[in-house]
Structure formats: C-alpha cells, structure tokens
C-alpha cells in the first residue's frame, strides 16, 4: 500500500439543512436529492447498500440498484432464492445506505421490506434488456458454481430456449418494496459539523429531529 489510509482526509462542505426550510415528511426532500444525484452522480445516482440480517441475527450488506419510489416506499429487484432473498423472508426488515460523494450527501433509510406485485414484477422485467431477462434465468444467484464457463453454457442453453420469443419472468425472481420508518438526511460540513435530520414515523406520523453530527 502506497498511502496511509489513516493520513486521508477530506473536508465537506454544502448548503446547511434548516429544519424551517425541511418539509413536514421525508419523501418530497428524498426525491429531490435523489433527482441531484442522478444527474451529479451519473449511473450510479440509484445504487445503495442493502442490509439485512440472517436468522441468527448476523448482519450482510451489499450494493443494489433503486429502481422505483413513491409514497408507498423504495423498491428493487432481486432472486428470491439469493442470500438477501432468503434473509428478507426470514427478518422483512431491511436498512438502506445512499451515498452520493459528489453532493457531500448520504441518506440511511430503514423499515420493513414486503414483495411488489407480480403485475409490478412483470411490468419492470419487460422493460429490461433482454440480456439481462436472461440473466435472471441463468443465474442461481448465491449458489457456489465451478467456473465461469458454466454460467456462459447455462447462457447458451436458455438463448436457444428462447429464441424468437418473449422471455418471461422467472417465479423466483422479482420486486421488494422497503416501506420507510425512519429516513435520515446527512448533508456534510466544514470541520465534521454535519448536518443531520431525521424523520421517523410514530403511529402513522412522521416526526423530525436534529442529530448531532
């Protein structure tokens, strides 16, 4: 290693978060960021920790993609028989982490995680390229496999299966939707004085707190 990572530093620095200027609940403010950091973080403007936790409790994160939110809550796509499927069927609670370097912003979410429906599963997977309407197929997500070759021949196989048709969705594959109980904004600030808003829903309502940083 050619740098001390302890020795890296960086200051932050962006418009301070006013709670007289913050909107009653989260969702408006959420979609606003996120609209700033698709456009300042590109492609990757969408992606996010997922947590979720195994049955004996032990904690797993990894990077998916956002692909819907509204009023109802965040949704993304996944198998249902991976790790995080598996988990997620087990504990339907989910913590989801949103940074966007660019903005000096991160957003944690957490609540309880419900499936989509299957008209809403249906709907997103025939809008995906149909490169990855077949990766659904092919990919047993999470299980152990010899080697490359055999997820490019399982490719083949399913390309000849369906070969001038429509692909359809697998049973085993489709939406989740994180339904928010407690949404966190984080803007950062010059000398690790962070801003720090918090809303949490208590019976039905949303509430809004100032964290220290």
Known sequence: M????ADIRRDYEG????ESQMPDQPVPLFSEWLTLALEAEGDDGNAMTLATVDSQGL???????????????????SNYHSHKGSELANVPHA????????????????????LVS??????????????????????????????RTWLEEREQRFEQAYEGQEIPR??????????????EFWQGQ????HDRIRYERRDGHWQRFRLAP
């Open 118 to 147: 299957e008209e809403e599963s249906d709907a997103y997977f025939s809008s995906r390229p149909r490169a990855s309407q077949l990766g659904a197929w092919v990919a047993t997500q999470s299980v152990v496999i010899p080697n």
């Open 190 to 193: 010059p000398s690790r004085l």
């Open 15 to 18: 418009g301070r978060l006013e």
């Open 59 to 77: 904690p797993h994160a990894r990077v998916v993609l956002l692909k819907g939110t509204d009023e109802r809550g965040l949704v993304f796509y």
């Open 170 to 183: 697998p049973i085993h594959w489709g939406g989740y939707r994180l339904v928010p109980e407690m949404i």
């Open 2 to 5: 050619t740098r001390d990572i």
């Open 95 to 114: 913590a989801l982490v949103f940074w966007w370097p660019s903005l000096s912003r991160q957003v944690r979410v957490e609540g309880a995680v419900e």
